[in-house]
């Protein structure tokens, strides 16, 4: 049976000589990966990170990974494409996003969650370097987490203080709030730790470290 929905690109990986292994989150089947043949009518640009597909779906109760094809992009993200910075910061939401939600994983309203979240930054134009530490906790509530003052305290070493206002303030200010590079960067390892005390599972972004070299 074939069935048309929409795919969040997390990562791919090579299957043969021809295809890939094409991990998604979707709405009707949570975090799944789908075969897709590569050839001269589908593009690899079609396989960066977040992007938002639509795609025509095999679907084989006898099967673990299912086939997809017909591959277009639902949404163009003009302005994550032309940005190094903000295709940085999709890899890491990614990335993210691939080691937190377990194959066969379905939230209610994840998909939804994270299609906002990326057409949001896709729409920025300034004063987006925190993004990620939003996307963090806002992925943490998702799951069903509160990641409260008091929840994060015991990971939070010496930004306590940093974290408390983060947490209050509205999404603007949070986005004004004036870090450094390093303060930034362990922020995000705080939530991370927190994450992975939660889910019980290791989480090693390798690509936080590539955003912290752009974002200084």
């Known amino acids: 049976m074939k069935e048309k929905i929409h795919l969040i690109v997390l990562s791919h990986t090579k299957f043969g000589e021809n ?24 593009r690899p640009a079609l396989f960066q990170p977040l992007n ?10 006898r099967s673990d990974l299912w086939w997809a094809g017909s591959l277009k ?15 940085t910061m999709t ?6 996003l ?20 990326i057409l949001t930054l ?36 010496s930004h306590v203080r940093e974290l408390e206002v983060f947490l209050s303030s509205p999404f603007e200010q949070a986005m004004l709030l004036p870090l450094t590079g390093e303060a930034r960067n362990e922020m995000a390892g705080v939530i991370l730790r927190y994450l992975e005390y939660h889910t019980e599972s290791s989480i ?13």
């Open 19 to 42: 295809s890939v292994v094409l991990h998604t989150l979707c709405r009707e089947y949570g975090r799944k990966g789908f075969l897709v043949k590569v050839g001269q009518k589908t």
């Open 52 to 61: 938002i597909l639509e795609a025509e779906v095999t679907v084989n109760p």
């Open 73 to 87: 992009a639902r949404t163009p993200l003009n302005g994550i494409r032309s940005d190094i910075r903000k295709n």
């Open 91 to 96: 890899l890491f939401m990614g990335e993210v």
């Open 98 to 117: 691939f080691k937190v939600v377990k194959e066969g994983m379905s939230e209610d309203g994840l998909f939804d969650w994270c299609e906002r979240t």
């Open 122 to 157: 896709d729409a920025l134009k300034t004063d987006y370097p925190n993004y990620h530490l939003r996307f963090l906790l806002e992925l943490s509530m998702t799951l069903g987490f509160s990641p409260s003052i008091e929840d994060l305290a015991p990971f939070a070493g």
């Open 204 to 216: 090693n972004v390798r690509s936080l470290k590539v955003l912290r070299e752009i974002y200084g």
